[in-house]
T-cell receptor
Framework: EAQVTQNPRYLITVTGKKLTVTCSQNMNHEYMSWYRQDPGLGLRQIYYSMNVEVTDKGDVPEGYKVSRKEKRNFPLILESPSPNQTSLYFC??????????????FGEGSRLTVL | QQPVQSPQAVILREGEDAVINCSSSKALYSVHWYRQKHGEAPVFLMILLKGGEQKGHEKISASFNEKKQQSSLYLTASQLSYSGTYFCGTEKAYSGAGSYQLTFGKGTKLSVIP
């Protein structure tokens, strides 16, 4: 089954304690991206990757890091989480085709609370 | 910069029609539409491309006005299952192709009641 898998789905942590949210896709997609969703603000892009070892900032990258060492994985790293990073996070992947993105496939989401 | 969606929310009775609009200040290469039900991930509905090509859902239609950088999603004869939040995502045009960066609007909450 084609899917994007995120872990953990739920996490409560404390300010400053480093954490990683993993994302893995089994569709051989070149493109992967992280979004955060906050009430009233929609989905805002954090980082995206067009292929292995190619990453770029989205609209709200501050406080986050990513890496793309393998095609299937795109982990999101919070080096020193703060309460304003409490949010619902979505990983998504897509094919790149003829100079544009195809439909995005989303993971189920990871709800993060930073105390 | 996020595209602007309107209306922010709409309530329909089953069988009624609705239009959701999406507007950008940037030159666009494509517009995506997604629906998100409460507690779930967004799900793809449709892509509209510069030049008129469309890919997507059988029962939902949409338009893309390239000159105005606007897109509209048309929901006809609404069903209870249409309830959810609808997001448009815009991909800017860059050197004759897409920019590979999809920026979403804040969403339109659609409620269909019996």
């Amino acid at each position: 089954e084609a899917q994007v898998t995120q872990n953990p789905r739920y996490l409560i942590t404390v300010t400053g304690k480093k954490l990683t949210v993993t994302c893995s896709q089994n569709m051989n997609h070149e493109y992967m991206s992280w979004y955060r969703q906050d009430p009233g603000l929609g989905l805002r892009q954090i980082y995206y990757s067009m292929n292995v070892e190619v990453t770029d900032k989205g609209d709200v990258p501050e406080g986050y890091k990513v890496s793309r060492k393998e095609k299937r994985n795109f982990p999101l790293i919070l080096e020193s989480p703060s309460p304003n990073q409490t949010s619902l996070y979505f990983c998504a992947s897509s094919l790149r085709k003829q100079g544009r993105l195809e439909e995005l496939f989303f993971g189920e989401g990871s709800r993060l609370t930073v105390l | 910069q996020q595209p602007v969606q309107s209306p922010q929310a709409v309530i329909l009775r089953e069988g009624e029609d609705a239009v959701i609009n999406c507007s950008s200040s940037k030159a666009l290469y494509s517009v995506h539409w997604y629906r998100q039900k409460h507690g779930e991930a967004p799900v793809f509905l449709m892509i509209l491309l510069k030049g008129g090509e469309q890919k997507g859902h059988e029962k939902i239609s949409a338009s893309f006005n390239e000159k105005k950088q606007q897109s509209s999603l048309y929901l006809t004869a609404s069903q209870l299952s249409y309830s959810g939040t609808y997001f448009c995502g815009t991909e800017k045009a860059y050197s004759g192709a897409g920019s590979y960066q999809l920026t979403f609007g804040k969403g339109t909450k659609l409620s269909v009641i019996p």
